[in-house]
Structures are given as structure tokens and as C-alpha cells.
């Protein structure tokens, strides 16, 4: 299978960009490329970037421009990057949460755009794309396209887990630049989503699935659906006789969860439906199993709770998963007592005020009138041997978080374990399923 970098080698080639600005929400994206043609970027911009690899970034040094907020999971990230990357530009968007959900573009439309355009407009030698023959969208190397405007190429690669995406400025973009917005299933935050459940986390999903027990027949919803992966899996699971249904607020991830599930042959199974968990466009008592994986951490957890109740009829189960910050993270490393204690500080993604991350799930659960209840902890272990990918995005978040010294121990550490078969690590979770009572 093509790599990330020859992929878009095919696809600039394709496109006749010689040279092009990259703009990205998701590191491991723009350092596989930055890393991999140097020559064909002329200026990197990077949106709150959760985790991080400084060195594919230091020739762009001067060309780099980060955009982030100064609050929520991700706002010590950027002012720790500028100590490594001192001639990087920095544009911080006061009062502004800075997350993998976080709506940036939208939330702060004007101050995104001039600080774009301002950046963008520093950086020359990028000759204007010739636009004669390109087309206005298509696929090239599984990377699907849209083209918009003229003069100097920008692609605009996926941003985390954002509703909008980069949609609010791509029409004033255009006013200046050809701008071509990039997606599809080997791009930003989907195959990580698609990856996460080939290894453990795939067990903890499991096991909630087993303790909810869809029953043939039954209506399943999935709140949060992502790329779908959760829902292709339940669909291949139950057989053909559940009707599932997967809704998301966020409309590009809703795009590609259809592609792939058209792809696997799915589409009668699984139906797609764009909508905000606080707020679920849905009858009453409309699902006999109603299940939420990793959402609740995102947004207000009392207001999705009460939805999920009033979409689920008497009777009917609810099963909800969610990081859990106040549980430690496990590694099978050798490591000194003070660096495994550090590691295993190191937050992940974190979760909005009003989130549930943490045990407070079971009391939710509790006041929310659910039965039956099954409650408790997981952990969802994966290896360097099955989840590559994975290890290098957690040991890569844990190594940008620690001080130099210990970073530098628990990267060996990685790679001894990982040459040895023994990387292990492990990941944790709440978990919760209830019934909901007859009237």
C-alpha cells in the first residue's frame, strides 16, 4: 500500500502544483510531508496542533505559523513548541479552547483569515497553479479534492475533529489563492479513528456491545459515529438484522464514514445522519440500544445523558464509553520509577468543562434512573507489533510533554521494547450500561 507522502506526490503531480502552502490540523499529516518533500512546501500553518514532531519542522522553520488557543487540553502546547522553534510564527486566539474538537475557523472566522492571509502573503517563490487542466473536485491516490479560485496553491488538509473544518474561509482564500481542500480516508483524524479500533480499544467496544446486548431486530443508534468504524463493526456483529444508525455533528467526518461504509458493501445496514448529541434530531423512544463511544468527554455530558434517555424506549439499553483522565495510562517499559511517573502524567486529549471524562459516568448513570446497571473501568491494551501508528502518536504526545532528559529515556525505552516484541501499552476507560425503566 502507497505511503502518505508518495500518495501526495501523486496527487500534486496530478494537479501540477510544483510547490504549494500546506495548512493542517493534524500533525502526523504535515510531518510525514514536511519531512518527506521539503522542497515541494513553501510555508506550513498548523491549527492547534495536539500532538507534535519538531524536527520534520525545522527547515521550515521561518515558514511555519501556528494557530492555537489559550485554554482547554491543548493550550501549553504551542508556547512549549516556540522554545524549540523560535522563528516560528505564533497567531493565539484569546479566550479560545484549544482542542482536537474545537471549532477554530468558525469560532474566530476574521482573526484566522487576516492572520492567514498575513502569513501566506510573507512567503513567495510559489507560482501560481496552472488551473487550465485541473478539475473542480475529483480523486487522486485515495485523496479526494475540491478546487477553488486562483493564484498561488494552498491545500487545506483535515482539521482534527472541527465541525466546519476549513469551510468559513475558503471562499475569501480564493479571492487570492487556488485553494485546494484535501480529505479522504488516509488524511487528518480518520484512519486514526479507523486504526484505533484494529487494536484494544476494538475490546472495550466489544465488551460493552456483549453487556448491551442488541437483539435481533433491534434499532441500534451510535451518537459521535465518527468514520463509522464503531458502526461497520456492530453491523458485521449483529448480522443483518439490525437496522443501525450513526450521527455525528461533524459533516466531514459523516462523508467519509459513508465512503467506507459504501466500500465494505454496508450502506442498506447503516444509515448516516447529521446531528449535535446535545440536541438530537430524533423522536422519543425511537432506538431499543442506544451507544456513545468517547463523545461525552466533548461537550455538555448532563445534556447528551438526557438525550440519550429520551431517544432509547423503556426498556431499552444505553451503553457509554469515555476517556478516563483520573486513571494512569499502563507501558510494559523499562524505566526508572520517576520517568514511568512522569509518563503516566501526561494527559491525552482532555475534555471540554462540562465533559465527562473521569468516574463521574457512574453517577450519571445513577441519576439519570438507569437499571441494570454494569459499570467500571477498562483498559484497552494494543502492541507496537499490531498498532504501530498508534504507539507513534502516543509516545510521541508522552515524549513532547516530558523534560528533555526523561523524554530522551522514554523514547529508548520505546524502541528497546519495541525491537524486543515487547511493546506493550494501555489505554483507559469508563464504562457504563443501563436500562431504561418501564413506565
Known amino acids: 500500500m502507497p505511503t502518505l507522502d508518495e500518495r501526495f506526490t501523486q496527487f500534486l503531480d496530478a494537479l501540477g502544483l510544483a510547490r504549494v502552502h500546506l495548512a493542517s490540523g493534524y500533525v502526523l499529516d504535515a510531518a510525514t510531508l514536511a519531512r518527506a518533500m521539503p522542497e515541494r512546501i513553501a510555508s506550513v500553518t498548523l491549527v492547534s496542533p495536539m500532538r507534535f514532531f519538531v524536527e520534520p519542522f525545522r527547515p521550515l522553520e521561518e515558514h511555519l505559523l501556528f494557530i492555537s488557543g489559550d485554554r482547554g487540553p491543548g493550550a501549553d502546547i504551542v508556547p512549549g513548541l516556540l522554545?524549540?522553534?523560535?522563528?516560528?510564527?505564533?497567531?493565539?486566539?484569546?479566550n479560545h479552547v484549544d482542542a482536537t474538537w474545537s471549532d477554530t475557523v468558525a469560532d474566530r472566522h476574521d482573526e484566522v483569515l487576516n492572520g492567514l492571509l498575513e502569513f501566506l502573503g510573507s512567503t513567495s517563490g510559489v507560482p501560481d497553479a496552472d488551473g487550465q487542466h485541473a478539475p473542480a473536485e475529483g480523486e487522486v491516490a485515495g485523496i479526494t479534492f475540491r478546487i477553488a479560485g486562483s493564484g498561488p496553491p494552498i491545500v487545506l488538509l483535515p482539521l482534527g475533529l472541527a465541525r466546519s473544518q476549513w469551510d468559513p474561509i475558503v471562499d475569501d482564500l480564493a479571492q487570492r489563492y487556488t485553494v485546494v481542500v484535501a480529505s479522504g480516508a488516509f488524511l487528518g483524524m480518520v484512519p486514526t479513528l479507523e486504526s484505533r479500533m484494529l487494536g484494544g480499544y476494538q475490546t472495550v467496544v466489544r465488551n460493552v456491545l456483549d453487556t448491551a446486548r442488541p437483539q435481533p431486530g433491534d434499532k441500534v443508534l451510535e451518537v459521535g459515529c465518527g468514520s463509522g468504524a464503531v458502526a461497520r463493526h456492530l453491523a458485521q456483529w449483529t448480522g443483518a438484522d439490525n437496522a443501525i444508525t450513526g450521527i455525528d455533528v461533524n459533516d466531514y467526518l459523516l462523508r467519509e464514514a459513508a465512503n467506507l461504509t459504501r466500500q465494505e458493501g454496508l450502506s442498506a445496514r447503516i444509515t448516516y445522519q447529521s446531528g449535535d448529541a446535545q440536541s438530537l434530531p430524533l423522536p422519543d423512544a425511537a432506538f431499543d440500544a442506544t451507544l456513545s463511544f468517547t463523545v461525552m468527554e466533548e461537550?455538555?455530558?448532563?445534556?447528551?445523558?438526557?438525550?440519550?434517555?429520551?431517544?432509547?424506549?423503556?426498556?431499552?439499553?444505553?451503553?457509554?464509553?469515555?476517556?478516563a483522565v483520573d486513571m494512569p495510562p499502563w507501558f510494559n517499559l523499562d524505566l526508572p520509577d520517576e520517568v514511568r511517573r512522569a509518563a503516566q502524567t501526561v494527559g491525552g486529549a482532555g475534555k471540554e468543562d462540562d465533559g465527562c471524562a473521569d468516574a463521574s459516568l457512574y453517577g450519571r448513570f445513577v441519576a439519570a434512573g438507569l437499571q441494570d446497571l454494569v459499570m467500571g473501568p477498562q483498559y484497552g491494551a494494543d502492541t507496537g507489533a499490531r498498532s504501530p501508528e498508534r504507539l507513534r502518536m502516543v509516545s510521541g504526545r508522552i515524549g513532547q510533554a516530558l523534560e528533555r532528559g526523561a523524554a530522551q529515556q522514554f523514547r529508548e525505552a520505546v524502541k528497546r521494547a519495541s525491537s524486543a516484541g515487547t511493546m506493550v501499552w494501555a489505554e483507559p476507560y469508563h464504562c457504563a450500561v443501563g436500562t431504561v425503566p418501564e413506565k
Open 83 to 94: 522554545g524549540e522553534l523560535p522563528h516560528a510564527r505564533s497567531l493565539r486566539l484569546a
Open 299 to 323: 461537550l455538555n455530558a448532563d445534556r447528551m445523558m438526557a438525550e440519550l434517555v429520551r431517544v432509547t424506549r423503556p426498556g431499552g439499553r444505553i451503553g457509554v464509553v469515555v476517556r
